[in-house]
């Protein structure tokens, strides 16, 4: 009986593994609830940009794979919500093992600054560096967004 009650001591014990599953730069799901990283804003997932030598390349599944770096090997993954959006996913900043995923993504050049300026030092700090979007050229995902929005929902269609 005793080693019972010392294997669910330890059970309780152990830090919970969080489900996390990573939809695009700036999104995930974590246990179920749909996340949105809250200050930032990465390319979508179909956006294209240009590296340094203006040869196209993926950076919408770039900063997507970033991401799920971030969190594939994260023994805790957790975010703190702030809000709701307008598709009700909740506004977090979310955090893997400690780490600010927000700030990261920010700072490593694969998501810019969205409608705060929290990041703004980091954001400025991987343009001149000339890191992730900054090595080359890139249409702000906003703008790509209203851009493709027509091709976007024909293809729903």
């Known amino acids: 009986m005793k080693y019972l009650f010392s294997a669910l001591l330890l059970l309780f014990a152990l830090p919970s593994v969080a489900k996390v599953w990573v939809t695009d730069g700036d999104s995930l799901e974590l246990n179920?609830?749909?996340?949105?990283?809250?200050?930032?804003?990465a390319p979508e997932m179909f956006q294209t940009c240009l590296d340094e030598n203006k040869k196209e390349y993926a950076c919408g599944k770039e900063s997507l794979n970033y991401l799920i770096s971030l969190v594939q090997n994260a023994r805790?993954?957790?975010c703190d919500k702030k809000d709701t959006d307008i598709y009700e996913r909740d506004l977090s900043i979310c955090y893997a093992d400690g780490q600010n995923l927000n700030k990261l993504m920010v700072q490593n050049g694969m998501a810019l600054t969205y409608r705060h300026?929290?990041?703004?030092?980091?954001?400025?700090?991987?343009?001149?560096?000339?890191?992730?979007?900054?090595?080359?050229?890139?249409?702000?995902?906003?703008f790509w967004r209203i851009?493709?929005?027509?091709?976007?929902?024909?293809k729903k269609n």
């Open 32 to 41: 179920g609830r749909r996340v949105r990283l809250m200050g930032i804003d």
């Open 76 to 78: 805790n993954v957790r």
């Open 117 to 142: 300026s929290w990041y703004k030092d980091e954001e400025k700090e991987a343009q001149k560096a000339k890191i992730g979007l900054w090595r080359g050229r890139f249409m702000r995902p906003e």
């Open 147 to 154: 851009l493709h929005r027509k091709d976007h929902k024909s």
